[in-house]
C-alpha cells in the first residue's frame, strides 16, 4: 500500500516492549509508512506498560496531551496497559485502536485496515500463536538503540503469580519459542553483523518448561557457542529457577557477560513468603555463594520492593542488611505499588506513602554506598568492553560496557562505536568507571 502517512511510537515499561517497539517500527515501514522525524505525525503508536501505577499515569498523561494537540492523529495504545484497560483507554481517552502485546509484529497491518475502515473492531486482542513473524531476520539490518544489538525473546508470558505483579494478567502464560528456531535466528543476526545479543523472559530460567524443549543452560551454551558474538546477556533470572548449570556454562563461554541480575525483593523471609517469590534468604544466599564462587568476577544487580503491604520496620532492616551482605552491584528499587487483579491488592495497603518513600530513600542510600564500594574494587583490573557511544561530557572520549556491564569511559571517537577493546580501569569519579585500552 502506497501512503505518506508519518508514525511516531512511544515506548515505555522494560526491554520486552523495547523489542516489541523494534518490530512494530519495521511492520509499519513494510507496509509503506514513514518515520517521522519530529513528535508530529499522522499515526501515534504507545507501547505501554502497567508494573507500576506510576508507569501508566505517565503514558496517560502523554496520550491525553497528544490526542487534544493532534486532533486528527490515529492513537494506537500496545502493550500491557492496552491489554489491562482497552475499553477506558478508547472510551475516556480518544484512543482509536488498542492492540494486545502479540501483535506487534503486525501492526503495520492493523493500521493499515484500520485507514482502510475506521469501524473495524477497536480491540485486536491477545493472540501468541504467530512465533515466526517475531523471528524477523530483517530486523538485523533495523535498530534504532545500537545497530549490533538485539533484544531475542525467547519466552512470553510469565505464570509465577508473585503477589504484587501485573505481568501474568497482561502477558498471560509462559509460552517458550521453538530452541532450533532461536538458534537460526541468532546465527542469521551474527551473519548479518550483530555482535550482541540479549536473550529475554520474564524468567528464562523456566524457558522450555511449558514446551518440553531444552533447558535454558543448554539454549544459552548453543547461543554462546556461535561464532562471531561478542557478547550474550540474559534477563530476567528468578532466584527460585536459578541453578549451578547455568554457572558452568557461563563460566566455559567467555562470551556471556559477567553480570546476573537477579531480583531478590525482600531480605525478609516473611514478605517473600508473602509476595509468593518461593525462596528463603538462606537459597538466595547460596545462589549468590555459588555465582563467585563457580563464576569469578561476575556483578550482581536486582530488584528490590519497598512498603509491600504488612512490611515491618524489621522486615525494612533485613532487606538493608541483605544488601550489604550480599554487597550487590546495582539495586534497582521500587515504591510498593498496588495493582488491581493481582493477590496483594487485595491485602491493605497499611504503610502510608511517606513512609515508604523513607524506607525508599533509606534503601537508596546504602544501595549507592555499596555499589560504589563494588565498583571501586575494580580498578587496576583488565575487562573487555564494547563502545556505545560518544560521552555525554567530552567530544574526545567514548562511552560503553564491561563485560560485568558496568557503564565505562575510556578516550575515543565516533570510530570506535561498535567495536569491543581490551582496557585497564584506571579510576572511578563519581559513579563512572575511566578506562585505557591495552596496547
Ligand atoms: N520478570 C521480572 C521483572 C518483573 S517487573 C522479574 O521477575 O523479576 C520488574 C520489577 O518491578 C520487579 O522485579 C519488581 O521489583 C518490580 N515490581 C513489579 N510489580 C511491582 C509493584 N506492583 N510495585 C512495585 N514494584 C513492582
Ligand atoms: Fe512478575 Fe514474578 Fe513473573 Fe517476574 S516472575 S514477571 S515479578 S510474576
Ligand atoms: Fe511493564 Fe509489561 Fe514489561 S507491565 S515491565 S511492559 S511486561
Not at 501508566?56 to 496497559?81: L, P
Not at 557477560?257 to 525482600?266: K, V
Amino acid at each position: 500500500m502506497k501512503t505518506h502517512k508519518t508514525f511516531t511510537i512511544i515506548t515505555f515499561g522494560c526491554q520486552m516492549n523495547k523489542s516489541d517497539s523494534e518490530l512494530m517500527e519495521l511492520s509499519l515501514l513494510k507496509s509503506g509508512f514513514h518515520k517521522s522525524d519530529s513528535y508530529h505525525s499522522d499515526i501515534f503508536i504507545f507501547n505501554t506498560c502497567s508494573v507500576r501505577k506510576h508507569a501508566e499515569d505517565r503514558a496517560i498523561a502523554h496520550i491525553t496531551e497528544t490526542r487534544s494537540k493532534y486532533k486528527d492523529a490515529i492513537i494506537a495504545v500496545a502493550g500491557c496497559m492496552a491489554q489491562r484497560i482497552a475499553h477506558e483507554l478508547v472510551t475516556e481517552f480518544g484512543v482509536n485502536l488498542v492492540v494486545g502485546p502479540y501483535q506487534s509484529p503486525d501492526i503495520g497491518n492493523i493500521i493499515s485496515h484500520y485507514l482502510y475502515n475506521s469501524a473495524m473492531n477497536k480491540y485486536i486482542s491477545q493472540n501468541a500463536d504467530d512465533f515466526a513473524s517475531r523471528l524477523d531476520n530483517e530486523l538485523a539490518h533495523h535498530s534504532d538503540e545500537l545497530p549490533w544489538h538485539k533484544w531475542v525473546t525467547i519466552s512470553h508470558g510469565c505464570e509465577n503469580y508473585c503477589a504484587y505483579c501485573i505481568v501474568p494478567y497482561v502477558r498471560g502464560k509462559l509460552i517458550s519459542f521453538p530452541s532450533q528456531q532461536i538458534i537460526d535466528y541468532c546465527t542469521a543476526l551474527i551473519d548479518n553483523g550483530i555482535r550482541e545479543i540479549t536473550l529475554l523472559g520474564q524468567n528464562v530460567n523456566q524457558y522450555g518448561q511449558d514446551s518440553g524443549d531444552i533447558p535454558f543452560y543448554k539454549l544459552l551454551d548453543k547461543v554462546a557457542s556461535l561464532c562471531g558474538l561478542y557478547k550474550l546477556n540474559f534477563i530476567t533470572s528468578h532466584p527460585k529457577d536459578f541453578n549451578d548449570n547455568i554457572l558452568h556454562v557461563m563460566n566455559n563461554n567467555p562470551v556471556i557477560a559477567r553480570s546476573i541480575h537477579l531480583p531478590l525483593q525482600s531480605g525478609s523471609d516473611a514478605v517473600l513468603q508473602a509476595m509468593n517469590r518461593q525462596y528463603t534468604m538462606k537459597q538466595y544466599f547460596t545462589t549468590i555463594d555459588a555465582i563467585h564462587t563457580i563464576v569469578p568476577h561476575c556483578s550482581v544487580s536486582t530488584d528490590l520492593i519497598v512498603g509491600f503491604p504488612g512490611e515491618t520496620d524489621k522486615d525494612f532492616e533485613m532487606t538493608l542488611n541483605a544488601v550489604k551482605t550480599m554487597q550487590f552491584d546495582e539495586a534497582f528499587t521500587y515504591k510498593y505499588s498496588p495493582r488491581e487483579g493481582t493477590s496483594a491488592y487485595l491485602l491493605p495497603d497499611t504503610i502510608p506513602d511517606n513512609e515508604k518513600q523513607r524506607r525508599l530513600d533509606i534503601l537508596i542510600t546504602t544501595v549507592r554506598e555499596v555499589s560504589l564500594k563494588q565498583l571501586h574494587n575494580h580498578i587496576n583490573s583488565t575487562t573487555d568492553m564494547i563502545v556505545e557511544r560518544i560521552s555525554k561530557k567530552s567530544e574526545s572520549e567514548v562511552m560503553g560496557k564491561t563485560i560485568c556491564n558496568h557503564p565505562i569511559i575510556i578516550k575515543g571517537t565516533i570510530d570506535d562505536i561498535g567495536k569491543k577493546y581490551t582496557v585497564t580501569i584506571v579510576s572511578l569519579k563519581g559513579s563512572t568507571l575511566y578506562g585505557e585500552r591495552s596496547a
